[in-house]
């Protein structure tokens, strides 16, 4: 941190520490600072976090901050200590403000300005639990049951009953990983159309992690898939990893134009209409994956990956019969039972310990040092991400006991 930058967080009362856990600035900014929660005594090293205040371009919004320890965990709360934390692209948008969902303001942490801690998912530790806390025990390994949570923190106090435990056998990334892509794959494959065994479903955005979860867990179901990916260098080397994975056929966008490919298609499929696609990216590559469903078929778009509309043929409606669907987890959520998620989860957790679901490839970012640089870490992998074709999903871990 540059000594303007903390003169100025000074001035503006921010309860700045050094990496080291060292208060350097003892007077709080009582005003902003919820004093009921902090006459609990601390219980954990700094509260270190990514945060912005003012939604807009992560590059210019997001900074890396240092804060007072948290209090000891309340009645009914866990504190945990954050393991890993994926960036997933609905994050991104979160921060970007064009998403219809934020993380809480936080007004307990003694800034002038509420901030947000972004983060979706993630898999913590619990290292402490508050009071009349019965189903969970220091250890335990849980994932997010509530979106939103502000997973990008070292440590966070949070509603025990809203954590799902994932025991022990499974990697830290496919816990860290496992609440929200792997169940958009499955509910979307099983919810909007009774599939056959053997019948297949197309997909575009086949590499992402959504993309990666249907295609394997699209088989368990009895289903077999087509697979659509963006051109690239090393497309042989994609299309060998989605194989291995499960894909039955891997195709890239440019492919498709190739005036053979709905005879290809039809060998494959022996004819069978395909009645399942799902949308990934929109734009014109979903056009033309449009036209490949059969009678009857449904679309379900999930994900607008190339910020281009999408745009369908009305023929496909007149005389196919298409019939169109969005689909949001977080909708689902809410519209169902706190066991229902927990038996989702518990569901995805039995095919990974089957080794039936991997993780997806990834790359994990050690946050360590001064803020500064853990800030200029996480700005890195942004841009990574933002260029396209990284093929990894990026995991944010910060450094520490
Ligand atoms: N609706 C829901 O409930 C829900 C739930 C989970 C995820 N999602 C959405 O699903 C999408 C994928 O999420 P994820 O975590 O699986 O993503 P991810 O692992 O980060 O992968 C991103 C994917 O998007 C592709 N992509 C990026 N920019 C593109 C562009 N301009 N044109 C075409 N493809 C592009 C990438 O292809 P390259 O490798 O070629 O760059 C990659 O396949 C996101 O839009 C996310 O918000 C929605």
Not at 319 to 342: A, E, I, V, Y
Request: with cysteine; net charge positive; proline share 6%.
């Amino acid at each position: 941190m540059s000594y303007l930058h903390r003169a100025l967080l000074n001035t503006l009362g921010f309860r700045s520490m050094n990496v080291h856990g060292v208060r350097r600035r003892s007077q709080r900014a009582l005003s902003f600072t919820d004093t009921s929660s902090r006459s609990r005594p601390y219980s954990s090293g700094p509260l270190r976090a990514i945060i912005f205040e003012q939604s807009g371009d992560p590059l210019k919004v997001l900074s890396a901050r240092s804060f007072e320890p948290l209090p000891s965990p309340g009645q009914g709360e866990a504190q945990l200590r954050m393991r890993l934390a994926p960036i997933n692209p609905s994050d991104i948008n979160v921060i970007q403000g064009v998403y219809p969902a934020k993380p809480r303001a936080r007004t307990d942490m003694g800034t002038p300005n509420p901030v947000f801690i972004p983060g979706n998912e993630g898999l913590g530790e619990v290292v402490k639990l508050g009071a009349g806390v019965v189903d969970l025990k220091v250890g335990d390994r849980v994932v997010m049951g509530a979106s939103q949570t502000g997973t990008w923190s070292n440590y966070m106090n949070i509603k025990a009953d809203s954590l799902i435990p994932i025991g022990d056998k499974i990697s830290d990334v496919q816990g860290a990983t496992l609440s929200i892509n792997p169940p958009t794959a499955l509910l979307m494959l099983r919810h909007f159309v009774t599939l056959s065994p053997g019948e297949y479903v197309i997909q575009n955005g086949a590499n992402s992690a959504v993309g990666q979860a249907v295609i394997q867990i699209a088989p368990k179901l009895g289903l077999k898939t087509i697979n659509l990916v963006r051109e690239r260098p090393d497309i042989d080397q994609l299309k060998s990893y989605l194989v291995a994975l499960g894909a039955h056929h891997v195709l890239t966008y440019d492919e498709l134009g190739d005036r053979s490919i709905r005879e290809t298609i039809n060998h494959w499929t022996g004819g069978k209409p395909i009645r399942l696609g799902l949308n990934c990216v929109s734009g014109k590559d979903t056009t033309v994956m449009a036209r490949l469903l059969g009678n009857d078929a449904h679309l379900v778009s999930y994900g607008a990956m190339s910020k281009a509309p999408l745009s369908l043929p009305t023929s496909l409606f007149i005389f196919r019969n298409l019939t169109g669907h969005g689909f949001l987890l977080s909708k689902w959520f809410d519209q169902h039972s706190g066991h229902d998620r927990r038996s989702l989860v518990m569901e995805l957790i039995s095919m990974m310990e089957q080794g039936a679901l991997k993780e997806p490839a990834n790359e994990i970012v050690l946050l360590d040092g001064s803020d500064e640089i853990i800030q200029r870490q996480v700005h890195q992998a942004l841009t990574n991400i933002e260029a396209g074709g990284y093929g990894k999903k990026v995991l944010l871990k910060f450094a520490g006991e």
